[in-house]
């Protein structure tokens, strides 16, 4: 096919050098993770500079790959090279986040899941054509503990020291000894910060996924907080118990495939006074508002992971990126009427809801 319409060739050009940027990331971010998991990162961590060879003896690994590895770290901007002593340093501020799983700032998780979810591309394009789902549980096996350690860490930085407190009441609530329900709890790590946290309350971890649940109780044994935690497999639609003084959604209402229905049942198990915490990726309410790096990855990923499970579950596909007048809309469907927007991070939506 050839384009009939005129071209202008600077901006021909300028997109070209945006597709060569893309390529470069997408060849580059295996490279990521094999710096991972050959511990080429953690041999750099000190912040000393290395030459190819020393950080290839430090690791048992072969120089020549070192130091092709070497070369597009640094094109990359990932890894510094001083010309003058010919060596390599990973900066600081790169190693928290390539590294470091308790900062906040740790992104090397996010590389995983999308390791794990490439392996569904070939069943999410044969969807494009059918409209089928794929289902959570359907996913590769690789893709929940990849999950796990992309989420966990901003939780560990936010959830208990400014999420809770931006609810009326709640933090009081949960020192005196509230119940509390985490609908959706994958791994449990959101659940084990707050059982961690607030020893007086019984908390209730549910998720459909089975071999999730496990890693969930595994996760509050060694936490030492199995006591007051139980995890059971259940869906947003029939998760039991009654009179919950908290239930939680961590990133995991817009999956459903039914949240009006995933509401609905929590208005039936809230106390009168309880409380929906509803955390959601940060979005735009406007196409034209998501023209940006972050919506660009949370896109992505709804393709691979969010719609796919929605459309496998239910007849409603909000996608991550569900504007926020919908999900009130959503949440007032299910019986709630009360929905603000308590607070928010960078990367997150933390919103309240009532009865």
């Not at 597009?72 to 890894?79: D, I």
């Not at 002593?85 to 090397?108: C, F, K, N």
């Not at 059971?232 to 003084?245: L, N, R």
Request: glycine share 8%.
């Amino acid at each position: 096919m050839i384009i009939q319409q005129s071209i202008d060739e600077e901006k021909l050009q300028a997109f070209l050098g945006k597709v060569v940027t893309d390529i470069a990331a997408a060849y580059s971010a295996p490279l990521v993770l094999m710096g991972d998991r050959l511990g080429l990162y953690q041999a750099m961590a000190s912040g000393k500079p290395v030459t190819s060879q020393e950080l290839a003896t430090r690791t048992g690994l072969h120089e020549r790959y070192v130091r092709e590895w070497l070369l597009n770290q640094t094109a990359s901007g990932y890894v510094e090279y001083d010309p003058a002593s010919e060596r390599y340093t990973l900066p600081p501020e790169h190693a928290i986040a390539l590294i470091d799983t308790s900062s906040p700032a740790y992104v090397g998780g996010l590389f995983y899941t999308v390791e794990a979810g490439l392996k569904a591309q070939d069943r999410i394009a044969r969807s494009f054509r059918t409209g089928d789902g794929l289902a959570w549980g359907e996913q590769a096996p690789e893709l929940y503990p990849a999950i796990d350690r992309t989420f966990r860490p901003g939780y560990a930085a936010n959830l208990v020291q400014s999420w809770i407190p931006a609810l009326d009441g709640m933090q009081e609530r949960l020192q005196a000894g509230a119940k509390v329900a985490d609908v959706g709890c994958g791994y449990g790590a959101s659940t084990v910060l707050m059982a961690r946290a607030f020893p007086n309350a019984r908390f209730y971890g549910f998720d459909p996924h089975a071999p999730s649940i496990e890693a969930a109780r595994r996760s509050a044994e060694k936490a030492g907080v199995a006591d007051r935690v139980r995890f059971e497999v259940a869906s947003a639609q029939d998760f039991p118990g009654k009179d919950y003084d908290l239930v939680a959604f961590f990133d995991c209402l817009h999956d459903m495939g039914d949240p009006i229905g995933a509401i609905a049942h929590t208005a039936q198990g809230l106390s009168p006074d309880g409380t929906v915490l509803l955390v959601e990726p940060m979005a735009a309410e406007t196409i034209e508002g998501s023209v940006n790096p972050l919506a660009r990855a949370y896109t992505a990923g709804s393709i691979f992971m969010c719609t796919p499970n929605a459309i496998a579950t239910g007849d409603i596909a909000l996608g991550n990126q569900v504007p926020e007048q919908i999900l009130r809309e959503i949440v007032e469907a299910g019986g709630l009427s009360h929905f603000r927007r308590a607070t928010e991070t960078p990367l997150n939506r933390v919103f309240e809801a009532r009865k």
